[in-house]
């Protein structure tokens, strides 16, 4: 069981908006600004979309969007597109002597 | 730009060790503002963290408690190169090994590509 709850799976068709939660407790997320995002391909590594809650790396489209309210985060992908199939991931920072712990991952169908 | 390529065997028999090595490219292992890690992902654990070398600054490793016993990291800066040795390996241990470069936040930024280890007699 993974420390940070995510929906299992999640859909949209193309051009729609989803949006994924990330659930933990005020030792990690509630505490820290330190939640990041992985889109991760089959086959594939994954990949940092979001971190520090809302920072995008450059080279990820706008379309991506995070946030974080109490001890949840949320990951916002707008104008949906065939290429964003994947799973998702989210992380948060976390005291010693772990420092971080991640979700279960989220499948994103794009219909 | 900086990328990383784990190598080591793809094969271990149980109670063998894991050996992996990762390379570093575009940046300094020892000049960095990254620390230096390792993960696992399986389909029974999900996401894992395993430890991480702090090789600019205090030298210090930081490890999972779940592999503390088992895990051993280390860095040759001559080679930019980061290891991982995990003992007494088991079927539970079979999954994708990646190689990390972590940021503030203890973030895994970059990836390498992973290689999956299985156990296996």
């Known amino acids: 069981q993974s420390a940070l709850t995510q929906p299992r799976s999640v859909s949209g068709s193309p051009g729609q908006s989803v949006t994924i939660s990330c659930t933990g407790t005020?030792?990690?997320?509630?505490?820290?600004?330190?939640v990041s995002w992985y889109q991760q391909h089959p086959g594939k590594a994954p990949k940092v979309i979001i971190y520090?809650?809302?920072e995008r790396p450059s080279g990820v489209p706008d379309r991506f969007s995070a946030s974080k309210s109490g001890n949840t985060a949320s990951l916002t992908i707008s104008g949906l597109q065939t290429e964003d199939e994947a799973d998702y991931y989210c992380?948060?920072?976390?005291?010693?002597?772990?420092?971080?712990?991640f979700g279960g991952g989220t499948k994103l169908t794009v219909l | 730009q900086l990328q990383l390529q784990e190598s080591g065997p793809r094969l271990v028999k149980p109670s063998e060790t894991l050996s992996l090595t990762c390379t570093v490219t575009?940046?300094?292992?020892?000049?960095?503002?990254?620390?230096w890690g390792w993960m696992r992902q399986s389909p029974e654990k999900g996401l894992e963290w395993i430890g991480s070398?702090?090789?600019?600054?205090?030298?210090?490793?930081y490890y999972n408690p779940s592999f503390k016993s088992r895990a051993t990291i280390s860095a040759d800066t001559s080679r930019s190169q980061f290891s991982l040795k995990l003992i007494s390996m088991t079927a539970a241990d079979t999954a994708v090994h990646y190689c990390?470069?972590?940021?503030?936040?203890?973030?895994?930024?970059?990836w390498g590509q992973g290689t999956l280890v299985t156990v296996s007699s």
């Open positions: 575009g940046d300094s292992i020892s000049g960095s503002s990254y620390y």
């Open positions: 520090d809650v809302n």
């Open positions: 070398i702090d090789y600019s600054g205090s030298g210090k490793v």
């Open positions: 990390v470069a972590v940021r503030r936040g203890s973030t895994p930024y970059h």
């Open positions: 992380s948060s920072y976390v005291d010693s002597p772990i420092f971080v712990v």
């Open positions: 005020s030792s990690d997320i509630g505490r820290y600004n330190y």
